[in-house]
Structures are given as C-alpha cells and as structure tokens.
C-alpha cells in the first residue's frame, strides 16, 4: 500500500507539532503548513517525511497553492487536520470588528478553505478530517466572544461536513482542547489562574500537547473508521462540570 499523507495545518509548534510527531512515527508522511516560515522550517529540519509549506489558510490563494504543492509531491491526502488558529481575547465592548475578523478568519474560514480544497482528494481516499476547535468552542467564557464563537462555528462546520460527505467515505470530527500546558499558556497564566484551572477540572491539571495529539490521530486512523460527526472535549473533564462549584466536589 501506498504512504499515507497527513495535511497538518498550524504545524509548527503546539499540539500541531504534536500531531505530526504521531503521524510520522506510524510511517505516514506529513504535509506541515503553517505561516511563520522560520519556525516551521526549524521543526520540519529535525524530521523525516515531513514537507514544510508556508501558506497562511486565511488567503484562498495560498490554500489553493499549498494543496497543489502537496498533491504534487505526494499524490493524495488521507487526512486533514484543522489545527491553524489565534487567539485574541478582551472584553466583548473592545473587540472591534477588526479583532473579530482577524481570528474568524483564521480560525473559521481557514478550516472552511482548507477542507474545501482537500475534498476530491480525501474522496479518492476514504479519508478523514479533524478540525481543531477548543472547550471555549462548548462553553462560553469571559473575554473570548471572537475565540469561542469561531471555535463554535467550527463544531457545526464539522457536522456540516459529516452529514454531507459520508456518502463519499469521508469522516468528519472535531476536537476541543480544554487547558493545555504550552510554553505560551505557562508564560502568560499567573499562579491564581492556573490553581483556578486546576479547581475546576475534575482530573485537576492541565493537559499535554501529546494528549490532545493522541486523539486527533485515533480519529484520522482507521481505528476510528465508524466515527464521524462527534465532537470530543479532550479537557480533563473541564466541560462536565460547568454548572458545578469545585469546592462540592472535594471528597471528605
């Protein structure tokens, strides 16, 4: 059988990296695509079947070239991971309609373009694609009108593209990331948010880049071949609880 090929897009860094990491170590090639140039090409350089791309998936012309590049040099596409995103947060009477276009764009537009541009090749494929959305995507939260109502736009994206592509054997899921221990949420969490964090997840911690990495390949795999359509939280139990006070959950 052919390699398969894995489109990463938000590769460089973070859980995208993480993915990658997945993907190569189970013999898939990988498709890294992401706009800062100079850190993806510092990552993609430690790996092996792994091809860098810069394209920014906001642009409709960039995703057109870099789905061209990809299919040029791999000759198909068996899963797309929508994992490109930014994060602006302030309070929702700051948020000008700027701000707000600048992470829908992103954030939503770019898995609508990316997906777009992938179909006839993941319908060749029977392949699979996870979009990326986050808890805040689930629940809302301070700060977050732009962040959370594009990662919400993403969630029904994706049971938009399982109810209409399944009939060709495509597979469509999204992953919501609660807290993730990344170098940046380490930089800019305080101690009080952090230990506020840990209250309210049931498993009191945050999550790793790996862990939420974890899931998005088991959905891209064939072990997940009867799967499409669902939305998983990957967040420490995060969700569960958004009616609950910490403090009633502490055993005696």
Known sequence: MAQKLALVTGAARGIGLATTKLFLADGWKVAMI???AETLTQAANELDDALPIVADVSEPEQVDGMTKAVLHEFGRIDAVVNNAGVADFGPIEQHGFEMWRRVMETNLDGV??????????LKESRGAIVNIASISGLRASTLRVAYGTSKAGVIHLTKQQAAELGE?????????????????????HTPEIIAAYHDAIPLNRYGSEDEIAQVIFFLCSDRASYVTGQVIASDGGFDSTGVGLPALRTPD
């Open 112 to 121: 609508f373009l990316v997906s777009q541009a992938a179909i006839p090749a």
């Open 34 to 36: 992401d706009r800062d």
């Open 168 to 188: 060709y054997g495509i597979r469509a899921n999204c992953v919501c990331p609660g807290p993730v221990r990344t170098k940046l949420a380490m930089a800019v």
